[in-house]
Structures are given as structure tokens and as C-alpha cells.
């Protein structure tokens, strides 16, 4: 397989008023980015949105879990595996991660940080004790501590990983042998055009106050508001998620899953609020020999519409700047396909910079097609 194959994901997308990720004031998040105060989405929003729609197609079984809790869920399966009362379950998923170093936290079951963990790797690790939890539960904490020790207990947490896992990584600090190299980058989204925070003033009404003399509001507040069209990249190294997953096919389910997930999700943040769910306006794939490329310096200047939309102006101005770099640097990219909502004449400059326009399905077929060449090899 060729070295340092990328698949590049380009889309833009417009939101109408939104809140999708607030920062400490409860504001949307923003950044200045050629020299103008832009709206801002992290990429750790977007991620978490991503693997949220996973499970529209992969049995939550076979996703990963991230959270304080590894040493209570290990105690919940072992009391219904082995028919455990509480305690003692509690006491023996404790004690199984003691050996590999995970640190515990301050309350009872939770571990000192967040984990990424498969949920068959949980199970493979409640497997090593559920056979003999009669015999470790009736041991003191000494002899239970030197027993546990000779469990493979790291060893199911380094091996078989979910595509979730595989695409996203996993970092402990203290137990770097535990560590899973990401193979997807994501980068914060941000909007194409000069962005200024708004706020809506609300007030919420008693319905049962039918007291005249008393009319005012419920309840009165704010909500800060923005509204973009958003440039949002990513990219996936293929040979990472081949090296995490190690089956052909796993890698191909997963970059397609990963390619329709990241389209098609949106952070959820004041959802109730706002409405805000939109699809792409454009998604564009691009697979790379040599490195990955974010095209967000086609917005360097912002985007202004008199005419036409942002959306559109900001389509040609990506296909622009992938003309740009491919006759600047020269290194044509193995594969490039878009499709896109957009009307005939932006679809010639789209077409010059990414191929024909196909549908999403086409897309995503051709993409993996032209994957499952590099990964025969």
C-alpha cells in the first residue's frame, strides 16, 4: 500500500441561527482568521457529533465508550455475567484494571480520566474474570491484587479496537502502551465571511397566571446567535486506520461511514432552540499521495454576496484554490470527486477543481473504489 495515502473531506455548509457550540460565556464560539472575527465550531464538537451518528449504522456493541465510568461498567456486566451482587461486582471491576496502571478517581467506579474504550473490549476483560469470580471474589485484597496481575488485561484493551476508536484515537497519558494513534483529523469549522455575535432577547410567559395585576413574564434571558456558512475539513490517513484496524474491509466500513457521518451530522447545542439542522451545500473527497490539505486559505479574504449567496461565492472560491495549489505545487491528486446543490455555472469552476459532479452515493462508491486499489496492493 502506498505511504501516506490522505482522504481529504472538503464541505461547506450554511446554518441559519444557531448556537451549535458555546464557549464559557455561553456565547457561540468564534475565531479571527484573516484579520476578520469569524463563527467558530471545534473540531472536538464535531467529532463527538460524528460518532453519535455511528450508531445509525454499526451495532453499539461494536463502538467505543469514552468515559470516567470503565471500572462500573466492567462491574455491571460482571454482576449480570456472573450473577454478583453489587458489591462484590463493584469490588472485582476495581480491582481488574488495578494491574494496568488506569488510575481510579475520587468517586466509587470512575477512573481519574476519560477512556476511550470498545465495548467488546470491556467484555473481552469481564471474559477473564467472569469464569472464576467465585474463586477471586473469596480471596483477600492482597492475594486478589497478585491474581489479578496475571490476568492479559492490558492486552484486551490494545487489540480488536471499534472503527470509532480507530478513526478518533485514544490518549493516556500515564500508560502510553494503552495509546491508540488517530487516524482521522478534524479541523475546528469556521464560516467563509466576517461573522457579528447577535443575541435574542426572550421572555417566557406563566399560562397560568391570569392575574392582571401581575403581568409580567415568567421568566426573561438570552441567548447568544450566530448564522454561517461554514467551511469544515477533515482528513483520514489510510494507512493509520489500516494499521489500527488491520482488515481491508473494516477500513473501507469505516472511511465510509466516517465520509457519510461527517456530512451528514450537526452539533446539537440549543437544537430546541434554533431548529438549526441543515445538510452540505458541497462535499467534496480528494485522495491525496503525499499530505494532507486544508483549503481554508480560500477564505483568507471573507466571502461578501451582494449576489448569488455566500454559499455559492464560497464554492467557487474553494474550487479556486484547489486549482491554485494543484498548478503552484503540482502534485495532482490521485482521486477527486464532489458533489454539490449548487447552479450550472458554479458546478464548471467545481468541475475544473474536483471532476464530474456526482450524488453523495456516487461519491462515496467511487472514493472506496479507488481505496480498495491502494489496500490489494
Known sequence: MAQHVRIDIHILQTVPPANLNRDDQGNPKEAVYGGVRRSRVSSQAWKRAARMRFEDRVPKQDLGTRTRKVAAELAKRLKER????????????????????????????????????????????VDLVAGRADELAALDDQALEKAMKDLPVADQFTQNHPIDVALFGRMVADIPALNVDAAAQVAHAISTHAVEAEFDYYTAVDDANENDADPAAGMIGSIGFNSATLYRYASIGLDQLHHNLGEPDAVLEAIDIFVDSFARSMPTGYGNSFAHRTLPSLVAVVVREDQPVNLVSAFENPISAPRGGIAERSARALAEEQRRSIEMWGDKPAHAAFAHAFGPETEKDLETA????VTITELRQGLLEQLRGYLSR
Open 82 to 125: 456472573a450473577s454478583l451482587d453489587a458489591e462484590t461486582a463493584a469490588r472485582l471491576g476495581t480491582a481488574v484494571l488495578a494491574p494496568v496502571g488506569i488510575a481510579a478517581g475520587k468517586k466509587a467506579g470512575n477512573t481519574a480520566y476519560l477512556l476511550f474504550v470498545g465495548n467488546r473490549q470491556l467484555d473481552a476483560v
Open 354 to 357: 474536483f471532476g464530474a459532479a
